[in-house]
């Protein structure tokens, strides 16, 4: 047998000490009665015998002095009944308090079963809490280790953010040391820049005079024979109707990396390119023959736009340096740098006259400048969203642009706080470009070039092609001359052009690079004689139906 706990043992003693003491208390009344019983029992056999006996005997011997013996003997057998009879009370008695001891302890076995039930009961739940409380012994003791680990982990992070704060501290210092040389260093990199930009313009001019005199040579030697009158290129190029270009007459390698912008001149003598090598460049393009006539150079990154002025004297370039700039055309020289973007320049145009200029820019702003003033920023249009191009919109005072939310807005250059109207059309819009006085088109990276009808401020034809793909956010669409195609290279190095009424593709250029690289820019010749397009792959192509 399995040995009892201690407190099991002593509960045990208890009860049985209990047990003895309530039956030690009727043991002696029990033997009592017992001794009483045996008593009264022999005495009725011994009175009995007795009476029999003298019965017997008085039967056959009556004397004189009988009477009294007889007497003697009946009290005493009247002093026994009674003691008989006080003893069978007393026996009745015992017999009911025996009934009554037999149901205490009936009443107490049922009481020690009940407390047995409950000692189990009891034994159960000490046992499910002993169960618990080594539980929670354990989980006391995961979370002392816990705790300690925790502890241990917060020192190792507090030594930690010491040595970082006293690194920061040393950092800052180091920071503001650096501040200080950054704008003892900004300083000598502006007189740096601008010794490079005097350097630069006296090397144009340098260049400008050997041309010069290599020109006037050229022409003294043609003017011993021949009188040659030289082109008027300050005239206005008139375009009766536009040459649908059907192939590539020429393509060169015009920059060291992607070009990314073309414009004529108005005149359309001189083509401008500009390139992410951060230059720009000058070119003669006849027929398909071209020559570069120079460089305009102080970019600092790559060029997204380039543009001339209505007298050809001046060429507006932006780039991807937060500034755009200005320069003479004939001289090469640097005249204005226009800064005050937070983001590159996608977009500088002339804004109706050479003394102002209009920049769209990604920090989401148009700012306005005046060259007459120094090229001082004298407009900000905060337009909420990235601008890729601009034009003029209709009156003196109105201005377009298309930007990367799908919009193009229209602004009033008077009162420049909020756009007069906004349009919404499918893919942001990577180039806007004027056609008649009402109809400006619209290139979308939705794959898609839409015709905008200023009038009614909605999209009122829309072209597309299958294999047409837009190459990326500055891609650039073009009308004719007179209004009566649009055109748009393609992300497979395509030439796509339409016909702007019908809507109808009238033709599908394949490239001539190889292997092909997309379309960045198109720019189509004033006169409408032929179509220049540029590409990643470093080249420019002419196209005409020559």
């Known amino acids: 047998m399995a040995e009892l706990p201690k407190w099991r043992e002593k509960i045990v003693d208890a009860l049985r000490e209990r047990d003895m003491r309530q039956v030690e208390c009727f043991r002696g009344l029990i033997n009592d009665y017992n001794r009483l019983f045996e008593g009264a029992d022999s005495l009725r056999q011994n009175i009995n015998r007795t009476l029999f006996q003298e019965r017997a005997v008085g039967g056959h011997q009556i004397s004189g002095d009988a009477g009294p013996a007889l007497a003697a003997a009946t009290e005493k057998i009247q002093v026994l009944e009674q003691k008989q009879v006080h003893m069978l009370e007393e026996l009745t008695s015992l017999h009911r308090r025996r009934g009554e001891n037999a149901q205490m302890i009936v009443d107490l076995n049922s009481d020690l079963a009940k407390l047995r039930q409950q000692l189990a009961a009891t034994d159960q739940l000490l046992a499910e809490s002993t169960a618990d409380c080594e539980t929670l012994k354990e989980r006391i003791a995961a979370l002392e280790q816990t705790n300690s680990e925790l502890n241990a982990t917060n020192q190792t992070l507090k030594d930690e953010y010491n040595a970082l704060h006293l690194i920061y501290m040393q950092m800052e210092k180091n920071f503001k040391e650096a501040q200080t040389e950054r704008d003892s260093l900004l300083a000598r990199c502006l007189e740096i820049k601008s010794n490079v930009a005097e350097k630069m313009n006296q090397e144009n001019e340098e260049f400008v005079r050997r041309r ?147 920049t769209g820019s990604r920090d989401r702003t ?90 009614t401020m909605t ?43 019908s809507r109808r593709l009238e033709k599908h250029l394949p490239a001539v690079s190889s292997p092909p690289s997309c379309v960045l820019a198109t720019a189509w010749h004033p006169e409408g004689s032929c179509l220049v397009s540029s590409d990643k792959a470093k080249r420019i192509t002419v196209w005409s139906d020559i």
Request: charge should be negative; charged fraction near 20%; glycine fraction near 10%.
């Open 212 to 358: 010069q005199l290599r020109v006037q040579r050229e022409l003294e030697d043609a003017t011993r024979d021949v009188v040659v009158v030289p082109p008027d290129t300050s005239r206005v190029a008139a375009c009766i109707e536009a040459a649908l270009p059907t192939k590539s007459i020429t393509s060169f390698d015009a920059h060291e990396s992607e070009v990314n912008a073309l414009a004529w001149s108005p005149s359309g003598g001189q083509l401008a390119s500009g390139g992410s090598d951060r230059k720009v460049k000058l070119w003669t393009v006849r027929g398909g023959q071209y020559q570069l006539m120079g460089q305009y150079t102080g970019c600092n990154k790559g060029i997204n736009s380039v543009a001339f002025d209505d007298e050809e004297t001046l060429l507006l370039a932006a780039g991807n340096d937060l500034a755009s700039r200005v320069w003479g055309v004939a001289d090469f020289r640097l005249r204005y740098t226009l800064t005050g973007h937070s983001g590159p320049v996608m977009v500088a145009k002339f804004l109706g006259s050479n003394t102002k200029v209009i």
């Open 366 to 455: 148009l700012k306005g400048w005046d060259l007459q003033r120094g090229g001082d920023c004298v407009m900000n249009i905060f337009a909420n969203s990235i601008c890729f191009d601009i034009v003029d919109g209709v009156g003196a005072t109105n201005l377009l642009s298309g930007h990367y939310d799908s919009t193009i807005k229209v602004w009033d250059t008077r009162d420049s706080r909020e756009p007069k109207h906004v349009i919404k059309v499918d893919g942001h819009v990577t180039s806007l470009a004027q056609g008649t006085e009402f109809r400006v088109l619209c290139c979308t990276r939705a794959d898609t070039l839409k015709v905008v009808d200023l009038r």
């Open 459 to 501: 999209v009122a034809r829309n072209y597309e092609a299958d294999g047409f793909h837009v190459a990326c956010d500055y891609s650039r669409a073009v009308f004719s001359p007179d209004c009566k195609y649009v055109a748009a290279g393609s992300g497979t190095g395509d030439l796509f052009i339409w016909n702007e009424s």
